[in-house]
């Protein structure tokens, strides 16, 4: 069964930038694609970014300024970074597996979430 | 950017049948996903490739897409059942989700 555990600070301050990592357990990392997904509090979902095992990223254009996700798959782990966070930042930010970028590619499995805030 | 359009609320009476629509330019050109999240959980898809269930999900979940208009449709729906529901597709290599909706069992 493939799990996925998202990890970092819950407190982040005003234009600092945001880490979290994702470590994936259960079955290779490899030869999937993994995504970063928030929800503010309240809030629906919304799709931050990809990136294949490969290392390939793509980035939703609204945020591509402020978002790189990396990968180690010696670790298997991904990881997020937003930088120049604000108050809109603050939410429960997901990971999750998917088979592409288009077509038929469902977010399989997901992780349980982690609460991000930035404060003041 | 594309946009993906559902209804905030839907609510139906227990035994009954529910439908969910979710709207989007062309969308029946492109495969959806529907995905339900309960309070403080994290999503589950429930249908994948338009219509197609993942191992576990019950036969009463069912979806369509066609046109502008992809449909959930939840039939005999259970109080279980009450939860947020998000389509989801892709667009130019981008994830895009609905706004979600509220379906209320009553």
């Known amino acids: 069964q493939v799990q996925l555990q998202e990890s970092g600070p819950g407190l982040v301050k005003p234009s600092e930038t945001l880490s979290l990592t994702c470590t994936v357990s259960?079955?290779?990392?490899?030869?999937?694609?993994w995504s970063w997904i928030r929800q503010p509090p309240g809030k629906g979902l919304e799709w931050i970014g990809s990136?294949?095992?490969?290392?390939?990223?793509h980035y939703k254009p609204s945020l591509k300024s402020r978002v790189t996700i990396s990968v180690d798959t010696s670790k298997s782990q991904f990881s997020l970074r937003l930088s120049s966070v604000t108050a809109a930042d603050t939410a429960i930010y997901y990971c999750?597996?998917?088979?592409?970028?288009?077509?038929?590619?469902?977010?399989?499995?997901w992780g349980q979430g982690t609460l991000v805030t930035v404060y003041s | 950017s594309y946009d993906l359009t559902q209804p905030p609320s839907v609510s139906v009476s227990p035994g009954h049948t529910a439908s969910i629509t979710c709207s989007g330019d062309?969308?029946?050109?492109?495969?959806v996903c529907w995905y339900q999240q309960k309070p403080g959980q994290p999503p589950v898809l429930v249908i994948h490739?338009?219509?197609k269930r993942p191992s576990g999900i019950p036969e009463r979940f069912s979806g369509s897409n066609s046109g502008n208009t992809a449909t959930l449709t939840i039939s005999g729906t259970q109080a279980m059942d009450e939860a947020d529901y998000y389509c989801?597709?892709?667009?130019?290599?981008?994830?895009?989700f609905g706004g979600g909706t509220r379906l209320t069992v009553l």
């Open positions: 999750a597996r998917h088979g592409g970028v288009y077509g038929n590619a469902p977010f399989d499995y």
């Open positions: 259960g079955d290779s990392i490899n030869f999937y694609y």
């Open positions: 990136i294949y095992y490969g290392g390939d990223t």
């Open positions: 062309n969308l029946g050109n492109k495969f």
């Open positions: 490739e338009d219509a």
């Open positions: 989801q597709a892709w667009d130019s290599s981008a994830g895009v």
